[in-house]
């Protein structure tokens, strides 16, 4: 090599690294690489592929002077020359249009591609790209001019780590930040659309993506459902199920899959709803509650990007930070609903309760009130936060109700219900009560609640103490008529003889006590008549000559 072909390479070699070194980014760093290097070693075209970790395959990174189409063809070169680019060779190649080695060579003559110079590009002896130098005329690569070039890729390969290594230091600071504000967020809210909702508008601002997906396993059908989008037609979300894709199910599985090209990727269904829409590249990350795996977030890029560890990890922390935020926001959602409907069932049975003419209250096995109706709160006078939580014993202080014959104490005792009738001295006078307490079991079939039901029974007991009373009077008027009747029949017999006596007898002195007996047996017989009419009794025949007294 000539001093002057040194000294042109060397100022080649210099603008390079001041190049990689001046630029930070490294998508930066390979277009300024594959734009200016044509120009500098008289080539056609450049491109510079990254390795795919995750697929071991070499994903477009950056390319100048070739179209789409050559760019997008699914073969790079012979499998020989990819298995000597991967062990860290460089390989030079002429007349490549007269190959048949893959079969897309009918793209490489269309292009009018001639020679290639493959370069592997390393970094601390691992190959991380390709750096490929294209002309459409034959040329033949010399010695120096590889060495050259293999210099230049290894240079290439430090901007492109230098540049992921101080991009990936800058976007953890930035993502560190962007978790702790989205950390927060979900701390302060229970609101499940909030949840969602945050996830899929924050990532693909914080990613600089076209928008984000949520698919949540419905624990029912364990199908994925559509959650919460963002950034995405109607008409993509409802292209069909995804639960096949291989990139979904990898997620399912518990770890992010990375798609560079998804209109080439074996991993994706749907590539013509994925043109359509105008995604490239997409990431698929398991959102996870714990250890239990209960949906997928994806990213969708509309242009074509590698997504850098820092990125995905990134991702996945999010998605971690859903997960656990998600089955918290499902949770107080289930309990909400739950005491709504308690709620609603205390209203329904409560004014059932209300509408029950006697006195109702419920205790636990402690005799603390846990529940009373209306009527109960009036007898008392007491709201019904006052009552509940009371002593049970202590209502009933100033009562006539022996503790021996508390129809709760009895239930609690035996398991069986009671029923006690007892008085109690008020203002307006005697009460009487009757007091009936039903158990409720618990799963163990021990009393877990007492039901004890009071009713005022006071007009009852009058009632039933005034038709006692009747009963008495009414025996004591029956048999009055009776003797009187039975008075009767003797007495008309006297005063008849007692008359015919008067008549027969000649001494004044005799007829007139005769006189007095008559008029006081008379006396005797409007009384009779008197009784026998206020009681109702008539005379009636039975067999015989018998006459007995009856109620009229």
């Known amino acids: 090599m000539t001093p002057r072909k040194e000294q042109e390479y060397l100022k080649v070699f210099q603008k390079v690294t001041k190049l990689t070194s001046m630029v930070l980014d490294h998508q930066q760093v390979m277009d300024t690489i594959v734009h200016s290097l044509p120009d500098l070693l008289a080539v056609d075209a450049a491109t510079i592929r990254l390795l795919d970790a995750e697929t071991g395959q070499f994903v477009m990174g950056a390319a100048h002077g070739l179209s789409m189409e050559y760019l997008s063809r699914?073969?790079?070169?012979?499998?020989?020359?990819?298995?000597?680019?991967?062990?860290?060779?460089?390989?030079?190649?002429?007349?490549?249009?007269?190959?048949?080695?893959?079969?897309?060579?009918?793209?490489?003559?269309?292009?009018?591609?001639?020679?290639?110079?493959?370069?592997?590009?390393?970094?601390?002896?691992?190959?991380?790209?390709?750096?490929?130098?294209?002309?459409?005329?034959?040329?033949?690569?010399?010695?120096?001019?590889?060495?050259?070039?293999?210099?230049?890729?290894?240079?290439?390969?430090?901007?492109?780590?230098?540049?992921?290594?101080?991009?990936?230091?800058?976007?953890?600071?930035?993502?560190?930040?962007?978790?702790?504000?989205?950390?927060?967020?979900?701390?302060?809210?229970?609101?499940?659309?909030?949840?969602?909702?945050?996830?899929?508008?924050?990532?693909?601002?914080?990613?600089?993506?076209?928008?984000?997906?949520?698919?949540?396993?419905?624990?029912?059908?364990n199908h994925l459902e559509l959650v919460a989008s963002h950034g995405l037609s109607e008409r993509y979300l409802r292209r069909g199920r995804v639960e096949n894709e291989k990139n979904v199910a990898a997620a399912l599985s518990g770890s992010p899959a990375s798609i560079y090209d998804v209109n080439r990727d074996v991993r994706i269904f749907y590539k013509e709803y994925m043109k359509e829409e105008g995604i490239q590249s997409l990431l698929s990350v398991p959102i996870k509650a714990e250890q239990d795996v209960i949906g997928v977030l994806r990213i969708l890029s509309d242009v074509p990007r590698c997504f850098t560890s820092s990125e995905i990890n990134f991702a996945v922390t999010v998605a971690e930070a859903g997960g656990a935020a998600i089955r918290n926001a499902k949770t107080y959602q289930q309990i909400t609903l739950l005491f709504n409907q308690i709620e609603e069932?205390?209203?329904?049975?409560?004014?059932?309760?209300?509408?029950?003419?006697?006195?109702?209250?419920?205790?636990?096995?402690?005799?603390?009130?846990?529940?009373?109706n209306k009527v109960f709160q009036e007898v008392m006078n007491r709201s019904e936060n006052d009552l509940?939580?009371?002593?049970?014993?202590?209502?009933?202080?100033?009562?006539?109700?022996?503790?021996?014959?508390?129809?709760v104490s009895k239930v609690l005792a035996t398991g069986n219900a009671y029923t006690y009738t007892h008085k109690t001295f008020q203002e307006d006078g005697i009460r009487w009560y009757e007091r009936t307490a039903s158990p409720m079991l618990g799963s163990d079939g021990e009393v877990e609640y007492v039901i004890e039901v009071i009713r005022d029974i006071t007009d009852k007991r009058q009632l039933e103490e005034e038709q006692l009373e009747r009963v008495k009077l009414q025996g004591v008027v029956e048999l009055a008529g009776t003797v009187a009747h039975e008075i009767n029949t003797p007495l008309f017999a006297a005063l008849g003889t007692a008359q015919l006596l008067e008549e027969d007898l000649e001494e004044q002195e005799l007829i007139e006590e005769v006189k007095t007996i008559i008029r006081n047996l008379k006396d005797i017989g409007v009384l009779t008549r008197k009784m026998t009419t206020m009681t109702g009794f008539e005379s009636r025949d039975y067999v015989g000559e018998t006459k007995i007294g009856a109620m009229r």
């Not at 949840?195 to 059908?221: A, F, Q, W, Y």
């Open 345 to 372: 069932n205390e209203r329904f049975l409560t004014n059932i309760l209300n509408c029950i003419r006697p006195q109702l209250l419920v205790l636990d096995k402690e005799k603390h009130l846990v529940l009373v």
């Open 388 to 407: 509940l939580g009371c002593d049970y014993n202590e209502l009933w202080q100033n009562q006539d109700c022996d503790e021996r014959d508390c129809p």
């Open 74 to 221: 699914d073969s790079i070169d012979t499998e020989e020359t990819m298995e000597m680019i991967r062990s860290g060779y460089p390989v030079a190649k002429t007349n490549v249009d007269k190959e048949t080695g893959y079969g897309d060579q009918h793209l490489v003559q269309s292009e009018g591609v001639k020679s290639v110079l493959t370069l592997p590009i390393l970094f601390q002896d691992s190959i991380i790209g390709i750096l490929r130098l294209l002309t459409r005329k034959n040329r033949t690569f010399a010695e120096e001019e590889i060495s050259f070039s293999m210099a230049l890729a290894e240079q290439v390969g430090i901007a492109i780590s230098n540049s992921r290594m101080f991009k990936e230091m800058e976007n953890q600071v930035d993502f560190m930040k962007e978790v702790q504000e989205i950390s927060t967020l979900f701390n302060t809210s229970l609101d499940l659309s909030a949840v969602l909702d945050t996830i899929v508008e924050r990532l693909p601002m914080s990613l600089g993506c076209k928008g984000c997906t949520i698919r949540l396993i419905n624990s029912t059908t």
